[in-house]
């Protein structure tokens, strides 16, 4: 354990802390969470280093920098209710627990979504809620969000996001398509609740699949 754990101090030294994340939050989120736990057994020893990792169903763990840059745009505090889409392995919905009031994680594969849910318990983290379905159709049984964070990139945002987000909810996902370039944007609704978009860099995520996973212009809905 503690190996791991001073593995965890220099992951947010020297990957996180040092490229200008400040929100203490969460970098005391990201020394906590055991990441080893999150990822397959035979990766364990590059759990902390600063890439992405393979996990089940051809999926992966989003590198520790992307998770807590998508965190801290986020905006969230001990009050948040918030809706994570593309549950993984579980680590992003971790991070998040460490900080918000609750967490509704939705994942597309049954067994991503049954391993996250038992490391999850596992680990303590009862105010997590992972559920299987379609991530673009949001949930709305437990709506509407403080925000909604998204491990997959879309070339437009769903329009079930944007209703299921409270007045002033943000909402961080990565938008573009693979080979075209992404953008991991915070997007906020506003006066109105019309969308603004802020500009976080170039990411690389896998792309976004389900009803409303395939577009175009950001903010325009699919059809019926």
């Known amino acids: 354990m503690d190996h791991y754990r ?5 992951m947010v030294a020297e990957q996180i802390a040092a490229r200008g994340i400040r929100d203490s939050r969460v970098l005391d989120a990201m020394r906590r969470v055991p990441r080893e736990e ?3 057994r035979l990766s364990r020893s590059s759990a902390y280093e600063d890439h992405p990792l393979a996990i089940a169903s051809g999926q992966t763990i989003s590198q520790p920098y992307i998770v ?3 965190v801290e745009a986020a905006l969230v505090d001990e009050r948040s ?3 994570d889409v593309g549950t993984g392995s579980g680590y992003g919905a971790a991070v998040l627990a460490e900080i918000v009031a609750d967490v509704v994680s939705i994942e597309r594969h049954p067994e991503l979504a049954n391993g996250a849910r038992e490391v999850l318990e596992r680990l303590g983290y009862s105010t997590v809620s992972v559920v299987t379905g379609d991530g673009t159709l ?3 049984d437990a709506a509407p969000y403080d925000a909604i964070v998204v491990a997959a990139a879309a070339a437009r945002v769903p329009g079930p996001w944007l209703e299921q987000l409270k007045d002033g909810g943000r909402l961080v996902m990565p938008v573009g398509t693979p080979g075209f370039g992404q953008r991991l944007q915070r997007i906020t609704l506003g006066p109105g609740r019309v969308p603004r978009a802020d500009d976080l ?3 690389t995520f896998v792309p976004l699949i389900g009803a409303y996973g395939i577009g175009s212009p950001l903010f325009e809905e699919n059809d019926d």
């Open 68 to 70: 807590a840059l998508t």
């Open 6 to 10: 001073s593995k965890r101090e220099r």
């Open 38 to 40: 999150f990822v397959r």
């Open 201 to 203: 860099g170039g990411v």
């Open 138 to 140: 949001g949930w709305p």
């Open 81 to 83: 209710h918030v809706l």
